[in-house]
T-cell receptor, first 114, second 115 residues
Framework: GAGVSQTPSNKVTEKGKYVELRCDPISGHTALYWYRQSLGQGPEFLIYFQGTGAADDSGLPNDRFFAVRPEGSVSTLKIQRTERGDSAVYLC????????????FGPGTRLTVT | SQQGEEDPQALSIQEGENATMNCSYKTSINNLQWYRQNSGRGLVHLILIRSNEREKHSGRLRVTLDTSKKSSSLLITASRAADTASYFCATDANAGGTSYGKLTFGQGTILTVHP
């Protein structure tokens, strides 16, 4: 079956611009996670959705970052007034539920802010 | 912030040899997981060990967990060139006994297996 998909795969934007990154989880997965991975580092948690609600957004670095999941499936991570320090690979993962443990990761979106 | 510390940071071995990677963490956990990542993308779940387990096997993988030392190890036996990748441990912290999959990853070990 189809895995987690993320679009775009690469995004280059200028400092100060607004970007949206999309995640399509595996059908039927209620839990959705966003992580950010900088070069040479492990992924860092950003936000967790259970269904439509953001159950834990403690990893969002500041109020320029926002994520939604309006229908409990597709999620969009939104970054306003991008900064060069936002450059990273943004990973999305989904699982059957919060207690399902195994997370299935998408290929990521590589964001470069120039 | 990263909870896990992994060592070594890089490991280079010949095909057929065993590879051992270690992970240490700081807080109490519900479970610990190992993931593999090729070419900086697409993490793949390898194995999960719960806090009340000490050892687990899956194919050529063997994971141990020592909660008293807050450490885990991943052993890959009879390595193959296709095992070349970055390997990450990830902890699912025990927040009042509830786990919801918020993973904290280590910095990873880069494994290179030479044919």
């Amino acid at each position: 079956g189809a895995g987690v998909s993320q679009t775009p795969s690469n995004k280059v934007t200028e400092k100060g611009k607004y970007v949206e990154l999309r995640c399509d989880p595996i059908s039927g997965h209620t839990a959705l996670y966003w992580y950010r991975q900088s070069l040479g580092q492990g992924p860092e948690f950003l936000i967790y959705f259970q269904g439509t609600g953001a159950a834990d957004d403690s990893g969002l670095p500041n109020d320029r970052f926002f994520a939604v999941r309006p229908e409990g499936s597709v999620s969009t991570l939104k970054i306003q007034r991008t900064e060069r320090g936002d450059s990273a690979v943004y990973l999305c993962a989904s699982s059957l539920g919060p207690q399902a443990y195994e997370q299935y990761f998408g290929p990521g979106t590589r964001l470069t802010v120039t | 912030s990263q909870q896990g510390e992994e060592d070594p940071q890089a490991l280079s071995i010949q095909e057929g040899e065993n590879a051992t990677m270690n992970c240490s963490y700081k807080t109490s956990i519900n479970n610990l997981q190992w993931y593999r990542q090729n070419s900086g993308r697409g993490l793949v779940h390898l194995i999960l060990i719960r806090s009340n387990e000490r050892e687990k096997h899956s194919g050529r993988l063997r994971v141990t967990l020592d909660t008293s030392k807050k450490s885990s190890s991943l052993l890959i036996t009879a390595s193959r060139a296709a095992d070349t990748a970055s390997y990450f441990c990830a902890t699912d912290a025990n927040a009042g006994g509830t786990s919801y999959g918020k993973l904290t990853f280590g910095q990873g070990t880069i494994l290179t297996v030479h044919p």
